[in-house]
């Protein structure tokens, strides 16, 4: 699939003269805060950040820049991992923070999604983060559970809320691998 167009939105997969945006968007500490890793420091590391991007996709991943359709230019990205877990991911320019962009391009992509084989979708979100968790129940995702993991590469404890969208009628699959690895995990009313 070449793009996903939204009213305002195309995502598409980031290319080579994506480097400075995506460096604009993940060298950003506030928008930093919530992402597995840490700030990248220069252009470099945008460049190697793109042949990850591409690792995840030959892998089975979805990973595609959020540009707007006024000038095509990323300003966030959004993915889904390969693995049994089917997580989705996001994140977005502070700058274009409030704006249901986040929204638009998660529905896009589910809607993609329901058209696959793939029988749901994940999504987690640090307890601190309570605007990634509105834009989960936007689009329909449920919650489950949470569960609190020592985060790697920063190294240290988070709590995690763990929704899921089922697209195949069972809903009353949960996904429990975090339940299940994490001896500290309960159910909260959200």
Same mark, same amino acid.
């Given at each position: 699939?070449?793009?996903?167009?939204?009213?305002?939105?195309?995502?598409?997969?980031?290319?080579?003269?994506?480097?400075?945006?995506?460096?604009?968007?993940?060298?950003?500490?506030?928008?930093?805060?919530?992402?597995?890793?840490?700030?990248?420091?220069?252009?470099?590391?945008?460049?190697?950040?793109?042949?990850?991007?591409?690792?995840?996709?030959?892998?089975?991943?979805?990973?595609?820049? /959020?540009?707007?359709?006024?000038?095509?230019?990323?300003?966030?990205? /959004?993915?889904?991992?390969?693995?049994?877990?089917?997580?989705?991911?996001?994140?977005?320019?502070?700058?274009?923070?409030?704006?249901?962009?986040?929204?638009?391009?998660?529905?896009?992509?589910?809607?993609?999604?329901?058209?696959?084989?793939?029988?749901?979708?994940?999504?987690?979100?640090?307890?601190?983060?309570?605007?990634?968790?509105?834009?989960?129940?936007?689009?329909?995702?449920?919650?489950?559970?949470?569960?609190?993991?020592?985060?790697?590469?920063?190294?240290?404890?988070?709590?995690?809320?763990?929704?899921?969208?089922?697209?195949?009628?069972?809903?009353?699959? /949960?996904?429990?691998?975090?339940?299940?690895?994490?001896?500290?995990?309960?159910?909260?009313?959200?």
């Amino acid at each position: 699939m070449d793009c996903i167009e939204t009213d305002r939105l195309i995502l598409r997969h980031f290319t080579r003269d994506d480097v400075d945006a995506l460096f604009a968007l993940l060298s950003d500490e506030e928008v930093n805060t919530f992402l597995p890793m840490f700030p990248l420091k220069d252009t470099g590391e945008a460049e190697k950040y793109l042949r990850d991007i591409e690792d995840w996709i030959q892998r089975g991943g979805f990973y595609d820049a /959020i540009c707007l359709k006024s000038d095509d230019v990323p300003v966030g990205c /959004i993915h889904v991992s390969g693995d049994d877990s089917h997580d989705l991911g996001y994140s977005l320019r502070k700058e274009f923070w409030r704006k249901g962009i986040t929204t638009e391009a998660c529905r896009a992509v589910v809607d993609m999604l329901k058209r696959t084989d793939i029988p749901y979708v994940t999504a987690t979100h640090d307890v601190n983060n309570p605007r990634s968790g509105h834009v989960m129940r936007a689009i329909g995702m449920k919650y489950c559970y949470s569960y609190e993991e020592l985060w790697q590469p920063k190294n240290f404890r988070v709590t995690f809320r763990m929704y899921q969208l089922n697209f195949d009628g069972r809903q009353d699959r /949960i996904y429990r691998k975090y339940w299940d690895k994490y001896p500290v995990h309960f159910v909260e009313e959200v």
